[in-house]
C-alpha cells in the first residue's frame, strides 16, 4: 500500500484579520492536489506536541465554509507563542515531533506565522535534512506588522492598515465636529507595532479629498524626542482647532527607554523576551494637555486592528488565500526550508504574484521603515510610503451578516 | 411680497454614526415641503450666536450627496455643548437668538441632540410664545446613549450597539485564538455610558450561535461590588481560558464613587459639569490580573463606538432621516416646543413610526435599563433586553468606498 499523502497545518502568533485565509487557502489547494488529509494542529506547534490536532475536512464542508472562513478573524485554529529549542540544546523534543509526523503520515508541514514562526520552519527542516526525514516544511507569511524580510509586504498587513484608516478618519471626523473657536483639543491615537512603523505610517492614508489626515505620525523608527514633540504641537495648534496625532506604540527616547515607560507601566515580557507596550498615548496626551492647557483624548486601536476582519481589504484577503495555496504547491513539487512571499509585479494596476524563498534568509529579520520614506523631521511618510501601502487596502469582502452582525467559522471540537 | 419660508436646524452635543442622516432628513423634506432656504448652524446654537450659518444649497447638490452625508459621521455642521442660561437669568441672549432668526426670516428652528439639546428646544419655545414670536421649534433626538424618555430608542443607537457587537465578538475570537491549556486571560472592555448601561448591555447581542458572547456585563444601573467582581470572574476562570467582561465607564461603588477615580482619573468636567470618565477597564484589568495573576488586556472602544459610521444600521440610518423629516412636517404643520420620537409598532417583523411629544414632557429625564431587565445577580442582561435592542443593528448601510476608504461628505467654507 503505497504511503498516505498527508498534510499538517498550523497558525502561530498575533492573529490577523486575514490568517484564516491562508489556512483556507491551504485547505482548498491541499484538497485539489490530491493530499488525502489535512490535518490542523490546535494552538500551533505548542499543541501539536501535546497531540491535539483535528481533521479539517470534520470543520469545512462546502465552499460556503472556506468563504466563511476567509472573513473569520483571529486563528480558527488557535495560535500559540511558542519559540522551538535549538536543536543541540533538546533534541528530544525534535523527536517526539517527528513520530508524530510519522504517526500522522505526513508529507508536508505548513505553518503560518510571522518571524518567530518562520524560525520554526527553519529548525524543524534543518533537523529533517540531518536526520534525514522526508517531510517538506513551508512557512506561510502573517503578521500585521509588515516586518518580514524579502516579501514586498505580509497578509495582514494591508486589513489593518485600512481598518487604521478607516477608523483615523472616523476619528478626525469626530474631533473635528466638537471642536469651537478657541477650544482647541488633541487626539493622540496609539497603533501597534514594536520596532516597525509600517501600521503607524498607514494612519496617512486617511490623508484623502474628504481628510487632512493625521497631523504628524512618529515611527519606533526615528528616536523620539519629546521637546521636538511638544514644539511641533504647539504649531499644529497654532494653525488648527483639532490637532490629532498619531504615535506607535513602540516609539523611543534616545536613551532607550519606550515613551510608555515614562508612565510606569509596561512590566509584562511575553515568551520571546519582548515587553508588552501600552499607554504610550495615554501619557503623550496627559503630558500635551498639562503642557498646552488643551482637551486631550487618547485612542488605542488595541486589538481591534488586527481583528477587524469586518474591514478586511479584498486584496489582502485574495493575497493570503493565494500565498497558503501557493505554499501546498511548492510542498508538493519538492521544496522545503521555505518560505512563500509576496512578489509585487505592477505598481498600476497593482498585480502580484507568490514567489519562494530560502527560510534561512528569512527567519529573524526584521524590515523597518527606510529612514527616506520618512520627512526630515522624522514626523511624517511620504509619498513613496503612500504609494507602496495604498494599493494593499483597496476593495472588500463584504462580511456574511446574519442578524445584523458578521458570521464567523468557528471550531467545532 | 409674502414672508420668507427659511429653515434651519443645527447639531448638538457628542456625534452619533447617523447624527447626518436626521440633517439630510432635514434637508430633503425642508426642500419637498417647499422651504426657501434650509440654513445649518455651524457648531450648534453657540455658533449661531456668533452668527455663523451656512445656506445648505450650497453644499448639498444632488441625490448623491444626501446619500453620502447619511454616511458621513460626526456632526456635519460641526457641534457645540452650550447650555442656555434660563430665560429669566439672561434675556439678552434670548433676544440676539431672536433677532438673527428674524433677519433670516427662520420659520422652524430644528436642533438635533440629546437631553442637554432638547433643553434649549424648550427654552426657545417657552420664549417665543411668552414674547408674542412666531417660529417653531423642533427637536430630532440623537445619542448613542439610548438614555431620551418617551422615544422607544434614540437614532445612533442601533449603529453604536452594531459597532460594539461586531467588536465584541471579534475582539472575542482574538482572545480565544490566543489562549491555550493553563494560559487563561481576562479582557476587560469598557464602553460608553455614564448613568445608562444601554450601551454595554449591547455587547451582550455578541452571544450568537458562532460566539458566546461576553462572560459578564457590569451596568452603572447597578452598584459595582469590587468583591463579587472578583468572585464572579474567578468562578469564570475555573470554566474558561478566556474571559470577556464588558464594563460600563460609569459603574460607581456603594460610596459613589467612579470605579475609574480608584486609578486617579476622572479629573475634567464639561460644560454639563459631567465628569469625563475613562480608565475604568484599565483599572479593573490591573485588579484582576494582581489578583488572579492572569495575563489581562483592557480595551476601550472610545470614540469609535459614536463615530465608526462603516458599521452603521440600516435600521438606524433609516429611523434618523425619518425622524429628521418629521421634524419638518411637524414644523411646517405648526407644531413647536416638541421632540419627534420613534414609536415601536411592532416587534416581530420589526416596525417604527415617527412621534411627537411635548418637550417639557422629556428634556432632562435620563431613561435607564430598567432593573427587571437585568439577572439577579447584576452581571448580564435578560431575554427581554435582547429583544428589544436586537432589531435596532439590522441591516447596513455600505459605506462608498473611494480607493479603499469610505467617503464622506464634508463642509466646505
Redesign the interface.
Known sequence: MAKKRNIIVG?SG??TAVINSSLAGVYKTAKERGFCKVYGML?GI??FM?EQYIDLSTQIHSDLDIELLKR?????L????FKLPEIHEDAEIYEKIFQILDKLEIEAFIYIGGNDSMDTIKKLSDYAIVKGHDQKFLGVPKTIDNDLALTDHTPGFGSAA?YI???T???I??????T??DKEAITVLEVMGRNAGWLTGAAA??R????EGPDAIYLPEVVFDIDKFLKTTKDLLKKKESVVIAVSEGIKLADGRYVCELSGGAD?VDAFGHKQLQGTAAYLAGFLGAETGC?T?S??F???Q??????A?RVDVDEAFMVGGAAVKAADEGDSGKMVVIDRVSDDPYQSAAGIYDVHRIANHEKTVPRSWLNEEGNYVTEEFINYI?PL????Y?PF??????????LKK
Open positions: 497558525q498575533g492573529p494552538h505548542q499543541g501535546d473569520t478573524p483571529s486563528a480558527f488557535g495560535s500559540c507563542r485600512k484608516a478607516t477608523s478618519k472616523e476619528i471626523r469626530d474631533a473635528l465636529g466638537l469651537y473657536n492614508l486617511a484623502t479629498e474628504d481628510c509584562y482637551k483624548r485612542i488605542e488595541s486589538t481591534l488586527r481583528s477587524a476582519s469586518h474591514m481589504s495604498e487596502i483597496h476593495g472588500n463584504e451578516m446574519v442578524n445584523g452582525l458578521p458570521r464567523h467559522l468557528v
